[in-house]
């Protein structure tokens, strides 16, 4: 796979040129298939190789939690402004690659999540009498009435649509061959202001009558 083959989303991820993190750049070639000549038994070794250096940078996190200074953290996570949707695309692909691997472990992944954010909310905190309810639940998006969605929007009741349905009424209208992700950013973008003007006159409208029904 050639640098022009992987998906854009991954271009600064599968750079050949970025330094070592968890994989070497020789880890990386292997992964993207951009290095075939192995043998098969050395494909069991550089897999094995892995392996251990994932499973070993899951326990590093313990000490960075405990024992990395704050301001080494927040530099880690402030990327420059040209890499911060891969930084973005990494975190998110960190935790969906967390909550596969769990699956079937022995301590459930929302369990794990839980813990990890009560243990992050008591270090702002600075006190372990912070409790926060932390939810979690994946629900799967099923059949929904697209007549019934499509006559929501002709009549505007926007807070009538559930999540559900407009998560699967985006993924339905991605599916149509008539769909133009560029043609659609345009149009959007070119009624941003519109809506954002709109949005202002409908605060200050608030904050007008607001006004009149207190004084």
């Known amino acids: 796979m050639s640098q022009d083959d992987v998906p854009q989303s991954l271009r600064t991820a599968a750079d050949s040129d970025r330094p070592r993190g968890i994989l070497t750049p020789s880890d ?3 992964l993207l298939g951009r290095k075939t000549d192995y043998t098969d038994h050395s494909k069991k070794q550089k897999r094995n190789r892995i392996r ?21 953290r927040e530099t880690v996570f402030d990327p420059d402004d040209e890499d911060r949707d891969a930084y973005t695309q990494g975190i998110t692909d960190m935790l969906a690659f ?21 243990k992050a909310e008591q270090r702002l905190a600075g006190s372990n009498y912070r409790m926060v309810n932390v939810e979690f639940s994946v629900e799967p998006v099923g059949q929904i009435d697209v007549d019934e969605v499509v006559a929501k929007l002709e009549n505007e009741e926007f807070a009538q649509l559930t999540d559900e349905e ?13 769909f133009s992700p560029e043609a659609t950013r345009e149009e959007i973008k070119d009624r941003v202001d519109e809506f954002a ?6 605060a200050a409208a608030r904050e007008r009558n607001l006004e009149e029904l207190t004084n």
Do not use: C, K, Q, W
């Open 166 to 178: 407009l998560r699967a009424f985006v993924r339905l209208l991605t599916m149509s061959d008539s």
């Open 197 to 202: 003007e709109r949005a202002d006159e409908s």
């Open 52 to 72: 251990r250096r994932v499973r070993n940078s899951i326990l590093d996190f313990s000490i960075l939690f405990e024992y990395m200074e704050e301001r080494d």
């Open 28 to 30: 990386r070639d292997f």
């Open 98 to 118: 967390l909550h596969l691997g769990a699956m079937g472990y022995h301590t459930p992944f929302r369990d794990m999540l839980s813990e990890g954010v009560g």
